[in-house]
C-alpha cells in the first residue's frame, strides 16, 4: 500500500513536470498544475485512510479475539454478559464503527481523487470543455462511439479497471454512502482471525419485491465468468441472486456491453451489495493512478501540441 502511494506521487509529479519542461510557461496559476496537485493531496488522503484501515482492523481482530476468550461458552439467555466481557465488547463496536467510517471516507476521498486525475487527463489532452471530466465523465466518453484519439491507449491498457472503479467506487459511493435515499442496512462482514473487512448494504426487507429482482439477477447469469456459468447449481455463487449480483459487479469491467452495465448497476442500486475487502479497493485505486499515470506521460510526450494548461483569467 504504501509502494503504491509513493508510485502513484511519483508518476503524478512526474507528469506535471514533463509538461512543465516541454511547454515552459511563464509562472501563472495554470487549472492543470493546480489539478495536479490536488490529486497529489488526495493520494496522501488516501494513504492516510488506508494506513488508518489497517491499523485499526488489527485492533479490531485483537478486540474480537480477547472476547472469543473470556467469553462464556455457556450463559443463560438474555442475561447480561460479565463486565470483563461487555468491556471488550463495547470496545469492539467503536473499533468496527472507526473502520466502517475509514473504508466510507476511503470511497470518499479516492473519488475526488479519480476526479482530479480525471480534469489532468482533460487539459493535458485538449479536450473541448476540459473543466468540465469528472471520472464518470471521462468514462463515458471512452464509452461512446467517438474516436478516442490520443488517450486511446489507456482506455486499451485501462478500460475493464476504469469501469470497475466506476462501478466499485464512484457508484458505491453515491448510492450508499454520501446520497442514500432508502433505509438501506448498513452493516458489514469480517472474519475473526483475518484482516478482510467488507461493507454489506442490503435493501431492508420488505422494501422492494425481492423475488422480483432475484428474477432479474437470474437472467444476467449468461453475463457471469464461464466458469461460474459451467458450476454446479448448488454453487453459492450461483444459487444466491445477492451474491450473484455481487460477482457480476465485480466483473463489471469485463462486460462488453454497456446496456448490460448499467442492468447490474440499476439491480445493485435496486437491491444493494458487498464491497471488496477495503484491502482490494485501495490498493487498486493507488495502482491505476500509477501505472494510467505511467501511460499518460507517454501520451502527453507524444502530443505535446494537444496540452491545454488552462490558462490563467486575467
Known amino acids: 500500500m504504501k509502494k503504491l502511494a509513493e508510485e502513484a506521487e511519483k508518476s503524478l509529479q512526474a507528469w506535471s513536470k514533463l509538461i512543465l519542461d516541454e511547454l515552459k510557461p511563464t509562472p501563472g496559476p495554470y487549472a492543470f498544475f493546480n489539478h495536479n496537485a490536488h490529486a497529489l493531496e488526495r493520494v496522501k488522503d488516501v494513504h492516510r485512510i488506508l494506513e488508518r ?14 472476547e472469543d476468550a473470556i467469553r462464556p461458552a455457556q450463559w443463560p439467555g438474555g442475561t447480561p454478559f460479565p463486565p470483563e466481557v461487555q468491556q471488550v465488547m463495547q470496545q469492539a463496536n467503536e473499533v468496527n464503527e472507526l473502520v466502517k467510517m475509514y473504508f466510507e471516507s476511503l470511497y470518499m476521498f479516492g473519488n475526488m481523487l479519480l476526479d482530479q486525475w480525471s480534469l489532468c487527463v482533460a487539459y493535458s489532452a485538449g479536450l473541448s470543455k476540459p473543466e468540465k471530466f469528472n471520472f464518470l465523465g471521462i468514462v463515458q466518453l471512452f464509452e461512446g462511439p467517438k474516436d478516442r484519439g490520443s488517450l486511446s491507449p489507456l482506455w486499451d491498457e485501462f478500460g475493464p479497471t476504469m469501469l470497475w472503479l466506476n462501478g466499485q467506487m464512484r457508484f458505491y459511493r453515491n448510492r450508499f454512502v454520501v446520497h442514500a435515499d432508502r433505509p438501506w442496512q448498513r452493516g458489514n462482514t469480517r472474519s475473526t482471525y483475518g484482516t478482510d473487512y467488507t461493507l454489506f448494504v442490503p435493501s431492508p426487507p420488505g422494501w422492494i419485491n425481492d423475488e422480483d429482482i432475484s428474477s432479474q439477477i437470474r437472467e444476467l447469469l449468461p453475463l457471469a465468468p464461464q466458469w461460474l456459468q459451467e458450476a454446479s447449481d448448488g454453487y453459492w455463487e450461483k444459487a444466491r441472486p445477492r451474491a450473484l449480483l455481487d460477482r457480476l459487479l465485480n466483473h463489471i469491467g469485463e462486460i462488453k456491453n454497456k446496456s448490460d452495465r448499467e442492468t447490474i448497476l440499476r ?21 491505476f493512478i500509477a501505472n494510467g499515470t505511467s501511460i499518460l506521460q507517454i501520451i502527453t510526450k507524444q502530443h505535446i501540441p494537444l496540452v491545454n494548461l488552462g490558462n490563467p483569467h486575467k
Open 267 to 287: 439491480l445493485v442500486g435496486q437491491y444493494g451489495t458487498t464491497t471488496p475487502s477495503f484491502q482490494v479497493v485501495g490498493d487498486s485505486l493507488l495502482a
Open 53 to 66: 484501515l489497517y491499523e485499526e482492523r488489527t485492533r479490531l481482530r485483537i478486540l474480537d479475539e480477547q
